[in-house]
C-alpha cells in the first residue's frame, strides 16, 4: 500500500504520532550528543539526543514544545533511525528533504515519514516537518568529523 495515497491513513499517522510520541523524554547522559533545534515561525523548541556507537546512531530520544507536524515528524524520526549508519540515515533524510521540496523521492525509503507529503504544499510548514531532520544531520556530520 501507498500511504502517500491513504489521507485518512496519513491524517493517523500524523496524530497518533502526535498524541503518543516515541522516544520522548530525554536521557541527561553523557552518552549522548544534545542538540537544541527551535523554529523563529512556529512555537517548535525541542532537544534532540543522539546516541552514537562508531557511525551508527544507537539510540534518539527528544523533547520540547512543538506543534503538531514538528512533533509527530521528529517521533517518526526517531523511530526510522534507530540502528542505522551514517550513510542509511543521510540517504533516507535527504529523501524525505526531497519529498518536501517537491522534488523526487523514494516512497518505500520513507515508510511512515511520506505521511508529510502533504506539507510540501504549505512553505510555512516544511521548517516544523524538516527541524528534527536537519539536526539530526548536523549531528551526523559533526560526529563523522571527529571519528576520522
Ligand atoms: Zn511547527
Given at each position: 500500500m501507498r500511504i502517500s495515497k491513504e489521507p485518512a491513513l496519513i491524517r493517523q499517522i500524523i496524530m497518533d504520532h502526535y498524541e503518543f510520541?516515541?522516544?520522548?523524554?530525554?536521557?541527561?547522559?553523557?552518552?549522548y550528543i544534545k542538540k537544541n533545534l527551535n523554529s523563529e515561525a512556529c512555537i517548535d523548541n525541542i532537544d534532540l539526543e543522539v546516541k552514537i556507537e562508531g557511525q551508527v546512531i544507537e539510540d534518539i530520544r527528544f523533547d520540547g514544545v512543538a506543534c503538531t507536524i514538528s512533533t509527530a515528524s521528529t517521533s517518526i524520526l526517531t523511530e526510522m533511525m534507530k540502528g542505522k549508519t551514517f550513510t542509511e540515515a543521510n540517504k533516507i533524510i535527504d529523501n524525505y528533504v526531497s519529498m518536501l521540496h517537491g522534488e523526487e523521492f523514494d516512497e518505500e525509503l520513507l515508510e511512515e515519514a511520506v505521511a508529510f507529503i502533504n506539507t510540501s504544499k504549505q512553505a510555512n510548514r516544511i521548517k516544523c516537518a524538516t527541524l528534527a531532520w536537519d539536526g539530526l544531520k548536523e549531528i551526523i556530520a559533526k560526529a563523522g568529523e571527529s571519528n576520522e
Open positions: 510520541p516515541r522516544n520522548k523524554g530525554l536521557k541527561n547522559t553523557k552518552e
